[in-house]
């Protein structure tokens, strides 16, 4: 009885590998990973193309190729077995992923990925190549209509006035009064020595008016040193 319930067992494996083998013979399974390949990289020049801020990583890039390659590997692995897809998730469940996110649009880039491969390895060919074209012009009409940016325009500026006078005070003022739609003391800073003050403004420009101008007036004024203009947190990536 024993014997006849092991080769029964014997035979069900070999029923699932033929199975299996027909589900994806070896031209279908080169062809997935290549177009997952090929959807990977299409994906890791769009990240390069489109990235912006300080976070770039080549690392992350080659990353988004070998996940989508993998992962149609893994498609391809689990097939229409639903014993083997969760003995594989037991099996991955032992990796730990540590690597933190630095940018959350890099988590965009992931999910692609993963979709890409789960697409090529399902041999879901139209949907992978029309669904990454098509992701590929949002992402590409996002980045050159610079989408959700704030206007460039608030900024802080901190300069040093050697003698605070009333006369010196109107000099930038009048400035500030032809250049800023609105400006707000932040901070002033009396050196050591009591013979000049550091001030921060925090600006926003009229519209149509040139930060560099605003500097450059300021800069020929004989009473101010030492001007800086510091971006805004909300208009950079840090």
Same mark, same amino acid.
């Given at each position: 009885?024993?014997?006849?319930?092991?080769?029964?067992?014997?035979?069900?494996?070999?029923?699932?590998?033929?199975?299996?083998?027909?589900?994806?013979?070896?031209?279908?399974?080169?062809? !997935? &990973?290549?177009? +997952? =390949?090929? @959807?990977?990289?299409?994906? /890791?020049?769009?990240?390069?193309? *489109?990235?912006?801020?300080?976070?770039?990583?080549?690392?992350?890039?080659?990353?988004?190729?070998?996940?989508?390659?993998?992962?149609?590997?893994?498609?391809?692995?689990?097939?229409? !077995? &639903?014993?083997? +897809? =969760?003995? @594989?998730?037991?099996?991955? /469940?032992?990796?730990?992923?540590? *690597?933190?996110?630095?940018?959350?649009?890099?988590?965009?880039?992931?999910?692609?990925?993963?979709?890409?491969?789960?697409?090529?390895?399902?041999?879901?060919?139209?949907?992978?190549?029309?669904?990454?074209?098509?992701?590929?012009?949002?992402?590409?009409?996002?980045?050159?209509?610079?989408?959700?940016?704030?206007?460039?325009?608030?900024?802080?500026?901190?300069?040093?006035?050697?003698?605070?006078?009333?006369?010196?005070?109107?000099?930038?003022?009048?400035?500030?009064?032809?250049?800023?739609?609105?400006?707000?003391?932040?901070?002033?800073?009396?050196?050591?020595?009591?013979?000049?003050?550091?001030?921060?403004?925090?600006?926003?420009?009229?519209?149509?008016?040139?930060?560099?101008?605003?500097?450059?007036?300021?800069?020929?004024?004989?009473?101010?040193?030492?001007?800086?203009?510091?971006?805004?947190?909300?208009?950079?990536?840090?």
């Amino acid at each position: 009885m024993e014997n006849n319930s092991n080769s029964s067992l014997l035979d069900n494996n070999i029923i699932n590998s033929i199975k299996f083998a027909e589900i994806y013979n070896p031209e279908e399974v080169i062809l !997935n &990973l290549l177009i +997952a =390949f090929f @959807l990977g990289f299409i994906i /890791s020049l769009v990240y390069k193309k *489109t990235h912006k801020g300080l976070s770039y990583s080549q690392s992350f890039v080659l990353t988004n190729i070998f996940v989508a390659v993998i992962v149609a590997m893994v498609i391809m692995v689990i097939g229409n !077995n &639903l014993a083997r +897809a =969760f003995a @594989l998730v037991g099996a991955l /469940s032992i990796i730990r992923f540590r *690597t933190v996110v630095k940018d959350t649009k890099d988590t965009a880039y992931i999910f692609w990925s993963l979709a890409a491969g789960m697409a090529a390895g399902t041999g879901s060919y139209f949907l992978a190549a029309s669904g990454t074209t098509i992701i590929t012009m949002i992402a590409l009409v996002l980045n050159y209509t610079n989408y959700g940016s704030i206007f460039k325009s608030e900024f802080i500026i901190q300069f040093r006035s050697q003698n605070e006078k009333d006369q010196d005070k109107k000099d930038y003022q009048k400035i500030f009064t032809n250049f800023c739609k609105t400006s707000t003391l932040l901070n002033a800073e009396a050196s050591s020595d009591n013979a000049s003050l550091k001030l921060s403004f925090d600006i926003v420009l009229k519209e149509g008016k040139s930060y560099e101008d605003f500097i450059k007036e300021l800069s020929n004024l004989q009473s101010l040193s030492e001007v800086v203009a510091v971006a805004a947190k909300n208009d950079v990536d840090y």
